[in-house]
């Protein structure tokens, strides 16, 4: 299953990790980059 994040704070960024470790391929976005540095290397868009 796809699923896209909007807002990568600590629920969001905790979330998309799980979803991502549970097979399912997840897109995120947050405002500020440098955010979404961590969930990139574990393999999120």
Known sequence: MQ??????GGMG???A???Q???HEVHAWNRSPGA???L???GVT
């Open 21 to 23: 470790a549970a097979g």
């Open 13 to 15: 960024a905790a979330i």
């Open 36 to 38: 979404l540095q961590a």
């Open 3 to 8: 699923i896209g994040f909007l807002g990568t």
């Open 17 to 19: 990790r799980r979803l």
């Open 40 to 42: 990139v290397t574990a």
